[in-house]
């Protein structure tokens, strides 16, 4: 199965700055690599779906980019609610898998 | 309001059994595929196990074969896990997801699974 890998494990930011988070792929997933948040205590939810598309009701400040192996999640201009645990998804190859998440923390 | 809510979870000795279920609201139920997610204290998640909106097609992971057995009644508009054989390992917070356009959307809050003596 594919192994995701994000990077850093933790991310520590003051609000109005800029947060690039990071997920490698251990194979090409092509462009079918999602990202979610998840806030404790709450559900998942998606933000990013094949590599750059804003679920519904996302923000702009929400972008995503990348191909193959390599993608980023970036988050223009944080929001105090923007603090949380972020997830990455490969829906490439069965089956589904997660990266191991990077904890977006205030500074 | 597209809503999921899980129920079932608890505490169940290994070797156990237990039986998980999802009710929906605010979209066609039988439209679409529903999936299960766990996530044990401090891993990332995991993918357990999906079932197609008619119920045709069943899918799970390899770490749950045999053991778990997904299912849904399109009336009741309710998605089941019934879990068997429980270890230690399968303990977490399980999640039901609808899937759009592939992807887990949206989740419910999740139900605590914990299998323990």
């Known amino acids: 199965e594919i192994v995701l890998t994000q990077s850093p494990a933790t991310l520590s930011l003051s609000p109005g700055e800029r947060a690039t988070l990071s997920c490698r792929a251990s194979?090409?997933?092509?462009?079918?690599l999602g990202w979610y948040q998840k806030k404790r205590g709450q559900a998942p939810r998606l933000l990013i779906y094949?590599?750059?598309n804003r679920a519904t009701g996302i923000p702009a400040r929400f972008s995503g980019s990348g191909s193959g192996t390599d993608f980023t999640l970036t988050i223009s201009s944080l929001e105090p609610e923007d603090f949380a645990v972020y997830y990455c998804?490969?829906?490439?190859?069965?089956?589904?898998?997660f990266g191991q998440g990077t904890k977006l923390e205030i500074k | 309001e597209v809503q999921l809510l899980e129920s079932g979870g608890g505490l169940v000795q290994p070797g156990g059994s237990l039986r998980l279920s999802c009710a929906a609201s605010?979209?066609?139920?039988?439209?679409?595929?529903l999936s299960w997610v766990r996530q044990a204290p401090g891993k990332r998640l995991e993918w357990v196990s999906a079932?197609?909106?008619?119920?045709?097609?069943?899918f799970y992971a390899y770490s749950v074969r045999g053991r778990f057995t997904i299912s849904r009644d399109n009336s009741k508009n309710t998605l089941y896990l019934q879990m068997n054989s429980l270890r230690a390992e399968d303990t977490g917070v399980y999640y039901c997801?609808?899937?759009?356009?592939?992807?887990?959307?949206?989740w419910g809050q999740g139900t605590l699974v914990t299998v323990s003596s």
């Open positions: 997801a609808r899937e759009e356009r592939a992807w887990f959307d949206p």
């Open positions: 605010g979209f066609t139920f039988s439209r679409y595929t």
């Open positions: 079932m197609s909106g008619s119920g045709g097609s069943t």
């Open positions: 194979q090409n997933v092509s462009s079918y």
């Open positions: 094949d590599t750059s």
């Open positions: 998804q490969q829906r490439s190859n069965w089956p589904p898998t």
